[in-house]
């Protein structure tokens, strides 16, 4: 069974930074992609950032020169790195794995961006 795990996210002033983690197990299929997807109060789920198995990367605008993704193969472990956050990053930060022709979810980590 596969299971995704997320952690890192918490509270923190603008401008500060964050690194969300995400730990797949029970993976025993080729991984096509990872990503991270977030979900703000009263709003649709949206991509925040992906890296295909070729280790090439897309990310939506409002993120792009803040947030960095990364990931670990070996580890089946897929990071986002969040530098300048702002208020409006608020949301709650989904994990993403395709593999096998399904899309795997996490159970989602929230972060909150206030003074």
């Known amino acids: 069974q596969v299971q995704l795990v997320e952690s890192g996210g918490g509270l923190v002033q603008p401008g500060g930074s964050l690194r969300l983690s995400c730990a797949a197990s029970?993976?025993?299929?080729?991984?096509?992609?990872m990503g991270w997807y977030r979900q703000a109060p009263g709003k649709q789920r949206e991509l925040v950032a992906t890296i295909t198995r070729a280790g090439y990367t897309n990310y939506a605008d409002s993120v792009k020169g803040r947030f960095t993704i990364s990931r670990d193969i070996p580890k089946s472990t897929v990071y986002l790195q969040m530098n300048s956050l702002k208020p409006e990053d608020t949301a709650v930060y989904y994990c993403?794995?395709?593999?096998?022709?399904?899309?795997?979810w996490g159970k989602g980590t929230l972060v909150a961006v206030s003074s």
């Open positions: 029970g993976i025993t299929f080729s991984i096509n992609g």
């Open positions: 993403n794995v395709l593999g096998g022709g399904v899309n795997y």
